[in-house]
């Protein structure tokens, strides 16, 4: 405890000089602000405690999220476990009674079912149902509700056995719930060729990793079978979804999305930390073994490099908060816990020195005299800097210097600034290239429904097409460069809409359309953008799609499979019922849909309902028919209406889909519908249209680095759908001297037609050297060396001699 406390003022006198505490007062954690953001209240007769979501520099006074409401359980939760660890470590009844409070409140928007709702309106408790981020759920906010729960059962049993049971009882509503979203454990899903877990829930390992944290605690205080069959599922999942490796993206990570393989963001990425402590509670080395790999090789990329946001498929640094710091944090503490090598002490110490100035804009993040714990960095500029100190950050931070304050191997290193090592990456985007020959085509998009777009620009290559990039090298070294380009379906012919000159009567009943137009079906797990692990299969589930067109509309029949309709709603509401979601675009390159439309047989007859504009879509007419274990949408819609104007070859893009219950969404290709560039293409096709005009081309990319050799990249790989990737562009790394160099990038692909070009996407390449070292400065003098080479894996934490 002494060394403790000596480090602490240390860090306190080099980082503040004039804070002034007592060395016997002198602590990481001040919850002071907490406690100000805490408001005491009365609902319904209950006493039980609110946290305001915002509070702004200078004043701090309570700001309310506008639109959403005053208070959330995503805040509330966290901050009943900032209270019950604190308590933990102070033995502070007052601590107590606030995590009682804020557990109330918890407890105060559980739905009888187990599912949360997210904000109160007003003090009087008054419940935001309808919000996109307040609705009934077992998302985000209700495995954070199951945490709180868990904690409160696991430090309450100690203290109240009485009030563990009243929270016990609230807990195991939402386990069941849980329980009952987790698919057959043995089920997997094909995308982009990853054999990957479909049993997650909602097929999001960063959500399911909050609620194993929650299943955990809850089963240390109170083992059980039921809930370590519920946690076994969840993390056997979690560690199964780990892809890549030091080299080879996506590097050894979690990801956050099974249908999303190369995307991960920091904010609430708990997988490695709930691994370890799932593996602890229940004695599970490979659990704790996948943890330590992420953490050894992907999660070391934020020390040894610098701390991103996300990743899909290039890092963006942009946006760093203190919810990613504690993920780091947590993962590395829990891992000393679970091994005792000094060295993840030391990682959480390096990653916690974020709060105290090691970050890009050199600016502390805490004030450790308030308890304040600032909103963001958004550039490596101390005006770039978000003064004001919501919960959300307050909370995330404190939640880290609860878990490092008393240990010392942790806190030596929470006053380390960077003092030298090899660069960080290079982003060098594609689009910023000299045009060398032809006119490339560029475009604007950012999220994919799988990544972010690097800039928000990227650039597309046809026949002919070249282009030039320059660029710096200040240091001299081995460096490992990528290419963040396209991997495009390898179908060999496009998907046609048939031109009609009769058209279909819309009355319900398929008849009428030929048997020999193009169906598009949704009928396998591939297809599924979320919620996999639910389905029971295509005869249980499904729907396929026909189209027909003429110059004045677009004809629809399809025909679902579906056990029960259900849909009591009308209008803008039907979302909630059984609808078929349509998302159209007037080309596929189209940057925005140009239609968003639904299909629902509602109480008050078939609705087409348009998204875009909220009201019924102009011109359309639908008709219903029910069938055994399913039923058909037969619908006409006007073009004019869907914002396209078609012509005979020309190009749209199209998307169809629906939820089968939960958070679930199935569609043709399994990819964000609202996105546009993940829209299929489809061709209206007349009867004179040769058939190899609509042949694939073979798209590839050709990359070369100075005088080297050039490199071929094929893209027309993916077995799915298009995607963007990082590829290595030479399997061993080029040794780059300091000054200029260029890259030279270029179309290589064959075949293609007017109706079907071939174009070879590219959005940036990324250039890091193959072995990372980071120097790290102490505040007493001493300097480590972090050292990890991404070629063999091998990493090491030394100190340096005097």
Known sequence: MALRVLLIAGLLATLW???????EETDLVNLDHLIYLTEPV??????????????????????????????????????????????????????????????????YMQAEDGAFYNFVYDRQGTINRQGSTSYRSLGWWAMRGLWALGEGVRV????????ADVLAEAYRRTEAALAATVGDASATINIHGFELPAWLPGGEADVSAIGLLGLTAYYRARPNPETAAIITALADGIAALRLGDHATYPFGMHPVRVNAPGFWHDWGAHMTHALVEAGM???????????????????????????????????????????????????????????????????????????????????????????????????????????????????????SLIVLADEPLAVEMLGARSAGGTPSYRLLEAEDGQRVLGTPVYYAATWTGEGYVSAGRYVGLGEGQRMRLQFEIDQAGDY???????HQAASSTAFTIRQTDSPPVIDGDLADWPDDVPTLESNTQRQFLRGAGLWQGPEVDSHAVRLLWDADRLYIAATVRDPVHDQPYTLSTAWQGDTLWFYVTATPDARTLSAKFTLAQTPDGPQVWDWIHTRFLRGAELAFTPLEGGYIYEASVPWESLGVTPQAGGRIGFEAGRGIGGNSFMDLTGRDPD???????????????????????????????????????????????????????????????????????????????????GLAKVDAFYLQPAILRRVFALPDGRQFELTYNTLTGQSTLVELAP
């Open 17 to 23: 000089p004039g804070v002034g505490l007592a060395q």
């Open 42 to 107: 009365t609902i319904d007769g209950r006493e039980m405690a609110l946290v305001h979501i915002y509070a702004e520099y200078p004043d701090y006074e309570w700001v309310d999220a506008a639109g959403e409401g005053l208070s959330c359980v995503d805040d509330v939760a966290r901050a009943a476990i900032v209270y019950l660890w604190q308590y933990e470590r102070t033995g502070d009844p007052a601590l107590l009674e606030l995590a009682r409070a804020t557990l109330e409140f918890v407890r």
């Open 156 to 163: 309450f049993d100690r203290v109240d056995p009485a009030y």
């Open 281 to 399: 509670a229940l004695n599970r080395q490979d659990w704790i073994d996948s943890a330590a790999a992420e953490a050894d090789s992907f999660l070391l990329r934020h020390l040894t490099l610098e701390r991103f946001r996300n990743i899909g498929v290039v890092p963006d640094r942009l946006g760093q908060i203190a919810y990613g710091t504690n993920m780091l944090v947590q993962a590395y503490m829990a891992l000393y816990r679970a091994t005792g090598e000094p060295r993840y002490a030391r990682y959480a110490g390096l990653a916690g020195s974020w709060y105290f100035g090691n970050n890009m804009a050199g600016v502390p993040m805490v004030d450790l005299a308030t308890g304040r714990v600032f909103d963001g960095i958004n550039g490596p500029v101390a005006w770039r800097v978000n003064r004001n100190s919501g919960a959300e950050s307050t909370i995330e931070g404190l939640l």
């Open 480 to 486: 490992l460069l990528y290419a963040a380009h396209l």
């Open 675 to 757: 996105v546009p560039a993940n829209l299929l293409a489809l061709v209206l096709a007349t009867p004179d249209l040769a058939a190899d005009s609509l042949v694939a081309p073979e798209v590839a990319l050709r990359v070369r680095l100075d005088d080297g050799d050039p490199v071929l990249l094929p893209q027309t790989i993916s077995p799915d759908s298009d995607y963007f990737w990082l590829d290595l562009v030479t399997a061993e790394p080029v040794r780059l001297e300091a000054g200029t160099h260029t890259l030279r990038y270029e179309y290589a692909g064959e075949g293609g037609s007017a109706q079907n070009p």
